[in-house]
């Protein structure tokens, strides 16, 4: 076994057991005051579906994200396509199609909740709503809760739910409630100030995307980004907040503010599978977090688009 194979197998023991130990009070693996790099890919937006050959596209997407041979892989929400609104018999055959993907990536990826990954949230067939839109999520990846965290390599990473059912036209909004923000305060009261944190969250906590694409003065919709974000971001502003990893948009964006980066990690699918988005193609990010420095770089995958 090499060297990188053996770190990379201590860490994956490291962030399995962390995962478990998530809860107020347990300790959880740790290793504090590591120099060494700590690879990651970050791939999200994946829409999974069984039309136009994208069960193929996901096999050479799964194949280019082992070659990068990273030390952790998040992926960062809608998993599947239009969950929230098919039910759950409708969706089956995008869960089969995208855990084939997700069990092909080595190390396993940790999943964050995306939108289209409520199944059964606002059915539009006129069926009966799901009493709990999140439950297939976290039987598919046998999780006690859609939010939790873990330490691998000497980060301490924090996944997020940011998506809240509210009906009308918007039908979500991105939105971290009261009983999260609670386990959050608990969760960054026991990281020692200076630690690394990374956050991923599937709706943006912050984005230049609608100023860019819209204008200077473009609001953004409840339904894109994360509408109560302060809340969220100035719970770490005593703590070293590395890195926010985050989905939704489809493009490649890097924002810096005051010592923390803010990806946004463009979309495996595209658009939607119809090729680029706002000059996003396909593809995900690969991460380097080395001496409090991140690197990022946007890599696409060999496909073009079968979509009409």
Not at 65 to 83: C, K, M, Q, S
Not at 105 to 120: E, K, M, R, T, W
Not at 207 to 222: D, E, H, I, S, V
Not at 243 to 257: A, K, S, Y
Request: hydrophobic share 40%; aromatic share 10%; charged share 20%.
């Amino acid at each position: 076994m090499t060297a990188l194979q053996t770190r990379r197998r201590f860490l994956q023991l490291g962030g399995l057991s962390a995962v478990s130990c998530a809860l107020p009070g347990c300790a959880s693996w740790s290793a504090r005051g590591a120099t060494s790099p700590l690879r990651i890919v970050f791939f999200t937006d994946i829409h999974a579906r069984t039309e136009w050959q994208t069960p193929q596209a996901l096999e050479i997407a799964a194949r280019a994200i082992n070659r990068e041979h990273a030390d952790l892989v998040l992926a960062g929400g809608d998993l599947i396509t239009d969950g929230f609104q098919s039910s759950a018999l409708t969706v089956a055959p995008r869960w089969r199609t995208y855990l084939e993907m997700h069990h092909t990536i080595s190390p396993q990826p940790y999943p964050v909740l995306g939108n289209h990954d409520l199944v059964a949230a606002l059915p539009e067939d006129g069926s009966r709503p799901s009493d709990d839109p999140r439950r297939q999520f976290l039987e598919h990846f046998k999780l006690a809760r859609t939010y939790r965290a873990f330490d691998a390599g000497g980060v301490h990473f924090i996944l997020l739910d940011s998506v809240d059912i509210t009906g009308g036209d918007l039908k979500y909004r991105g939105f971290i409630d009261s009983q999260q923000l609670e386990w959050l305060d608990h969760t960054i009261a026991r990281i020692p100030q200076g630690e690394p944190i990374v956050v991923a969250s599937h709706l943006p906590l912050l984005t230049g995307f609608y100023q860019r694409t819209m204008g200077a003065a473009a609001a953004a919709p409840a339904n894109r980004i994360v509408t109560n974000n302060l809340e969220v971001l100035d719970r770490f502003s005593e703590h070293n907040l590395l890195l926010v990893l985050q989905g939704h948009l489809h493009v490649d964006e890097l924002l810096r503010w005051r010592g923390t980066t803010f990806i946004t990690g463009g979309a495996v699918c595209g658009k939607w599978w119809r090729g680029a988005w706002h000059g996003t193609r396909n593809g995900y990010g690969v991460i380097t977090l080395r001496d409090g420095r991140v690197d990022w770089r946007y890599v696409t995958y060999p496909w073009e688009a079968r979509r009409p």
